[in-house]
């Protein structure tokens, strides 16, 4: 009897010891952390939203797309004020009905950035609240800084990130900075404005989406990035690139993009949202939407 006891602990410790073990914890993490929901960018959709948001959304919600990306407040060409000439409520209600949600949305706080104060950022923390949104993102630099910007022009930057995200916390959310290609340019000894983003923001308050296209545009390996800064990219903005052009966009599954290893990696990321997204579209924009939904949903996740 006393053997069989001591058996039955050791076959007890041995048991527990296993569901404590790196590897039964890395595939507990793997699972949880897995992405089920496909997002799309609805930058991709600016022509179709300005012209007929309802409709839009509608189409959205039938290809099989669970969640979108808004932007907000950009100027210029693609002005955008409101939600496409929906005030928030009424668009939270439209994507309500149609089974969408929106955890992300681009803002334009350039006033913020350029040392104008930040009456509009506070408006706009406050729009991306009433929407149900988890992350606030900025889109991009103010274009001084994309031209010509210095890593005391980042560290400057990265300070006002932490500043927003605090602001943004107040309020339920989390900061996250998109980027493009201009970032990772090397000002001198390997030195880049991207990882002085990184660096010098807090990572408790500050995230980032990785435009997995502009990344790998700038020559850099995302899964690389990944065991650099793990946890730090809760959101891939997912669009191919050309196979013979590094500079035109392609529907997801169609260019030289290897996301089967970076999706494969994502756990490192910290992946929370992923959201297709492409900036030009050469054949019916719903046809192209489309063909990257399927890619994804059948290879990635």
């Known amino acids: 009897m006393t053997n069989r006891r001591a058996f039955l602990q050791k076959a007890g410790l041995a048991a527990a010891a296993a569901y404590l073990s790196p590897s039964f914890i890395s595939s507990a993490l793997a699972k949880s952390a897995k992405i089920s929901k496909i ?112 890593l005391d022009d980042y560290k400057r930057m990265a300070g006002l990130f932490n500043q927003a995200a605090e602001l943004c916390k107040k309020s339920g959310l989390k900061l996250a900075y998109h980027n493009h290609n201009f970032e990772y340019k090397d000002q001198g000894n390997g030195a880049t404005g991207y990882n002085i983003l990184l660096n010098e923001t807090d990572a408790k308050l500050v995230s980032f989406e990785l435009d997995i296209f502009w990344a790998v545009n700038a020559g850099l390996n995302p899964v690389e990035m990944f065991k650099k800064n793990p946890g730090r990219y809760r959101m891939f903005h997912v669009k191919d690139m050309d196979k013979t052009d590094k500079a035109v966009f392609a529907e997801v599954g169609s260019g030289q993009i290897d996301f089967k290893s970076i999706f494969s990696a994502s756990k490192t990321a910290g992946l929370d949202y992923i959201f297709a997204e492409q900036d030009l579209v050469k054949k019916d924009v719903y046809q192209s939407i489309t063909e990257s939904y399927n890619y994804i949903k059948s290879n990635l996740i």
Do not use: M
Request: glycine share 10%; no cysteine.
């Open 39 to 150: 997002g799309i960018g609805l930058f991709t959709l600016r022509d179709q939203l300005a012209a007929d948001v309802n409709a839009t959304i509608q189409k959205v919600a039938s290809i099989g797309y669970n969640q979108v990306e808004t932007y907000y407040g950009y100027p210029g060409k693609y002005e955008v004020k409101g939600f496409w000439g929906l005030e928030a409520k009424d668009f939270y209600a439209l994507l309500k009905n149609n089974n969408l949600i929106s955890p992300s949305g681009h803002y334009n706080v350039t006033d913020f950035l350029s040392g104008k104060g930040d009456v509009v950022l506070k408006s706009h923390i406050e729009t991306a609240a009433s929407v149900g949104q988890k992350y606030f993102v900025i889109p991009a630099l103010p274009n001084d800084v994309r031209a010509n910007g210095t």
